[in-house]
């Protein structure tokens, strides 16, 4: 089996597995692979630019997919080996930390000087539901910074659980990153050239979760992912 089939068969499942709607999977059934049949003797017929998207979320998307399923079972106050494992599956985070609804740093790790100077004090007025998993993308001296939090429960108080992440270091990780933007709502978080400036993300999602968008004379493929009440959006530059 050839490495792209093998790279769209895991992206198939990685669309399945995600909550990035029905709408996605239908993406994948019309563009990715079509047949409803797998003949390994045969290469399927695919558009190369959604090929390399596919690719690039199978990547990217698939790794903060693994994340959000491991914060979404993480339901205590976690300690120095849960978070030594998740820097050992996940060596691009920059930190793990709970804080109280006050402010005060519950729990740290690495522990040590917090070079990112966060505030997570607004957090808290969009954390929603206990356990429920939302995000953030929050500016730091050194460049913006990926937030995942949640609420979780102790003997004491609600605190929050946060594991965050340098977004130019996530974001560009292919051979494909040229091509890419990514968006939160219609805010462009990398890279700083924003191609698609003025496009409506917030009016394109009410009506899809992908699809194909034309500016200035090119072609783009774009692909939301919702996480918590915010949408995470993909866009790849085909031409």
């Not at 909550?19 to 059934?29: C, D, P, Q, S």
Request: glycine share 6%.
């Amino acid at each position: 089996m050839g490495k792209k089939l093998l790279v769209l068969l895991v992206f198939g499942v990685f669309l399945t597995s995600c909550a990035v709607g029905r709408k996605a999977k239908e993406f994948y059934r019309q563009y990715i692979y079509p047949k409803t049949t797998v003949n390994l003797k045969e290469k399927p017929e695919i558009n190369v630019c959604v090929d390399r998207f596919a690719s690039y979320l199978t990547e990217t998307d698939g790794r903060l997919e693994n994340l959000l399923e491991d914060l979404n079972v993480q339901e205590t106050l976690p300690g120095d080996m849960w978070a030594e494992s998740m820097f050992k599956k996940y060596p691009w985070l920059t930190a793990i930390e709970v804080v109280s609804h006050s402010g005060e740093n519950i729990f740290q790790y690495p522990k040590g000087v917090d070079i990112k100077q966060l505030k997570f004090s607004q957090l808290w007025s969009k954390a929603g539901n206990l356990g429920q998993i939302n995000f953030q993308v929050c500016s730091s001296p050194l460049g913006p910074e990926f937030v995942l939090y949640k609420k979780i429960w102790t003997s004491k108080a609600n605190l929050l659980l946060i594991v965050h992440f340098d977004v130019n270091l996530f974001f560009k990780r292919t051979e494909c990153t040229k091509s890419i933007e990514i968006f939160v709502s219609n805010r462009c978080i990398w890279p700083k050239s924003n191609r698609l400036k003025g496009v409506n993300w917030d009016a394109l999602l009410q009506e899809r979760t992908y699809g194909r968008l034309d500016k200035d004379g090119k072609m783009w493929w774009w692909l939301g992912r919702k996480i918590g009440d915010k949408w995470l959006i993909y866009a790849y530059l085909c031409s």
